[in-house]
C-alpha cells in the first residue's frame, strides 16, 4: 500500500492545502470545522519541576459511583489509571522516567485528566498477588477478591469493569446484569458467537447502561473523518482496507510471567472454570492466554477489532454480508494456536463495498487505514488526512482550475509531535497511532480511556446512550467471530439476517 505522506509542518492542526483557500474548501465539501490544537503541557526542563493544572471538565460536585474492577492484569491497571486509581510503583516509575527524559509527560497527562467521581470498592482476580495490587491503587477501602461473584453480591457497588480473558466475558456480563450493575466491557465482547447474541438480549432487557471497551470512538480524528464522510467528502465509497502491523514478543502476547506466580497463587480451576475441555496449571497459557482460541479470540477480536470499531463508528457498515480469511502462524512457533499472520475480506454488498484486513506480528511497517471514494480518500493512521482523487467528478473543476491539487491532502490533522516522543515502545506506537492511548482536547493531550469511561459514568448518572453501547458491540463481535470462523474452518462464511446465525 502506497502512502502519501501528510504535512506535518503544523503539528496539532488540522490543515488545508495552500493552493486552496478556506472559502473553496468549504464550497467544495461543506461546512467541515477546522479545529486547532495548540500548546501542549508544559513541564520543568529537569522535570523536577512537573507543572500541572486542574481539567475544566473536572467536577467537584459529581455523585460519587461505586465501581468494582474484575480482572486486574495488565489491562485492567490501565483502566485504573485512567480512573486515576494509579499503583504507587508506577507512579515512581513514571516520576523516575521523567526526570531522566524532560519530554516524558505521562504523569502529566496522568495528573491532568479528568477525575470521574468514582470510588474503587472493590476488585477481583484469580491471580491474588493481582488482588493485592488492586486494592494498592484503590486505597484501603478497596476490598478483594478471587471469585467476582461476591463482589457482584455488594449492594454498594454500581458498577462493574471487565477486563478479563474473553473466555470469561459473557458469563460476567450476564451475571453483572441480573445483580443490577452497569457494565464497561474489554473487547472482544465475547468468545463465540452464540455468546454474543445471548448478551446482546440479557443487556438490551436491561435498564442498566452499557460500554464496550473501544476508546477510540473519543479519537478527534475519527470523530472528524465521520463528519467529513457524512458530508459527501469522499464520494461514493468501494473499499476501505484496515491494518495491522506489530514486531516485537510483547505485542505477540508473549507477556512476562511474574517470579513466584503458581497454581499456590492462582485459582487455575475457576480461571478454567467456562471451558468443556480441561486443561493442566499452565503459566503460560494463564499469562499469555490470547495465544490459544480457548481464551482468546485471536488477531480477529483482538487487534482487527480496534480497527473496525473505528471504521464502522465512521461508516455505520454494520455485520457483512460475508467473509473469507487465511493466515497462519508463520513465525511465532511456541504452542500457540491462534495465527500470527492473519487476514480477512468482509464483502458488504448491500452497501456495495468491501472491507480489508491484513495483519503480521513479525513486522512493524506502519500501515494505517484507509477509506477510498470515487472524489477522495481519508488515510488514518498517526494523523488523519484527505486525499482528493486526481479523477474526481466531484472536484474536476477545481482540480483544473489548480484550486485543489491531488499530490496534497486537501484536509491534514496531524496531533502534537511534541508529545509522542515520549511514547517510546513498539506497541505503544501502534495503540497511539490508531488513537487508543491519547486525542487532544483545547491544546492538550487526553486518555481516550479516560474519556471513555467518563462516558459510561456520566450515563449512569444523567442518561442517554454511550457510543459504544451494546447494539455497535454485537455487530463488531459477529463481524470478528465470522473471519474467526472462516479461518478455522477454512471456508467463506455468510451471516443469516433473519435466523442471526453464521452459515
Known amino acids: 500500500m502506497k502512502h502519501r505522506k501528510p504535512d506535518n509542518n503544523h503539528p496539532g492542526k488540522i490543515n488545508i492545502s495552500g493552493n486552496m483557500n478556506r472559502r473553496s474548501f468549504i464550497a467544495g465539501i461543506g461546512a467541515a470545522s477546522v479545529i486547532t490544537s495548540s500548546s501542549v503541557i508544559h513541564a520543568g526542563e529537569n522535570n523536577s519541576d512537573i507543572k500541572i493544572y486542574k481539567s475544566k471538565n473536572t467536577s467537584t460536585n459529581k455523585e460519587i459511583l461505586n465501581v468494582g474492577i474484575i480482572g486486574f492484569g495488565f489491562r485492567g491497571e490501565q483502566l485504573g489509571r485512567a480512573l486515576k486509581l ?3 510503583d508506577w507512579i515512581k516509575t513514571q516520576e523516575d522516567e521523567a526526570r531522566k527524559n524532560s519530554k516524558n509527560k505521562i504523569l502529566v497527562d496522568y495528573y491532568n485528566q479528568d477525575d470521574l467521581g468514582i470510588k474503587l470498592s472493590g476488585v477481583s482476580d484469580v491471580y491474588t498477588e493481582r488482588v493485592n495490587r488492586g486494592q494498592q491503587a484503590g486505597g484501603e477501602n478497596t476490598r478483594g477478591y478471587i471469585d467476582y461473584q461476591e463482589m457482584l453480591d455488594d449492594r454498594s457497588i454500581d458498577a462493574v469493569i471487565i477486563a478479563t480473558p474473553d473466555h470469561w466475558h459473557a458469563q460476567m456480563i450476564k451475571d453483572a446484569v441480573k445483580a443490577g450493575k452497569h457494565i464497561y466491557v474489554e473487547k472482544c465482547l465475547t468468545r463465540t458467537e452464540d455468546q454474543a447474541k445471548e448478551v446482546r438480549d440479557v443487556v438490551k432487557n436491561s435498564n442498566l447502561v452499557f460500554q464496550l471497551g473501544h476508546q477510540g470512538r473519543q479519537s478527534f480524528s475519527n470523530q472528524k473523518a465521520k463528519e467529513l464522510v457524512a458530508q459527501g467528502t469522499l464520494g461514493k ?8 502491523n506489530r514486531n516485537n514478543p510483547f505485542a505477540a502476547w508473549v507477556w512476562d510471567i511474574p517470579e513466584g506466580a503458581s497454581n499456590k497463587n492462582i485459582n487455575w480451576e475457576l480461571f478454567e472454570k467456562p471451558l468443556k475441555n480441561k486443561h493442566p496449571f499452565s503459566l503460560e497459557r494463564f499469562f499469555r492466554w490470547r495465544c490459544w482460541y480457548d481464551y482468546g479470540t485471536g488477531m480477529a477480536g483482538d487487534l482487527f477489532t480496534h480497527d473496525f470499531d473505528a471504521v464502522n463508528h465512521i461508516l455505520d457498515l454494520g455485520i457483512p454480508h460475508s467473509a473469507i480469511a487465511s493466515g497462519g502462524i508463520y513465525f511465532y512457533k511456541d504452542g500457540r494456536d491462534v495465527p500470527d499472520v492473519f487476514q480477512s475480506n468482509f464483502e458488504y454488498s448491500d452497501k456495495e463495498l468491501t472491507l480489508i484486513y491484513s495483519g503480521t506480528l513479525a513486522n512493524g511497517t506502519p500501515r494505517g487505514t484507509l477509506i477510498m471514494g470515487h472524489d477522495a480518500t481519508i488515510e488514518l493512521g498517526q494523523s488523519m488526512a484527505v486525499w482528493a482523487e486526481s479523477q474526481s467528478t466531484k472536484y474536476r473543476s477545481r482540480i483544473e482550475a489548480g484550486i485543489i491539487d491531488p499530490n ?28 487508543l492511548m491519547y486525542t487532544y482536547q483545547e491544546g492538550r493531550r487526553v486518555d481516550t480511556t479516560n474519556l471513555h469511561l467518563g462516558e459510561w459514568l456520566n450515563c449512569i448518572r444523567n442518561g442517554g446512550a454511550t457510543s459504544c453501547n451494546i447494539d455497535q458491540a454485537f455487530q463488531e463481535a459477529i463481524t470478528a467471530h465470522m473471519a474467526t470462523r472462516s479461518y478455522v474452518e477454512n471456508r467463506k462464511v455468510y451471516w443469516d439476517t433473519v435466523k442471526e446465525k453464521i452459515i
Request: aromatic share 8%; proline share 8%; no cysteine.
Open 408 to 435: 496534497s491532502p486537501i484536509v491534514n490533522y496531524s496531533p502534537s509531535q511534541q508529545n509522542l516522543d515520549a511514547i517510546t515502545s513498539a506497541t505503544s506506537k501502534y495503540f497511539a497511532d490508531r488513537g
Open 86 to 88: 494509579a499503583h504507587p
Open 237 to 244: 465509497i468501494t473499499l476501505v482496507e484496515t491494518t495491522t
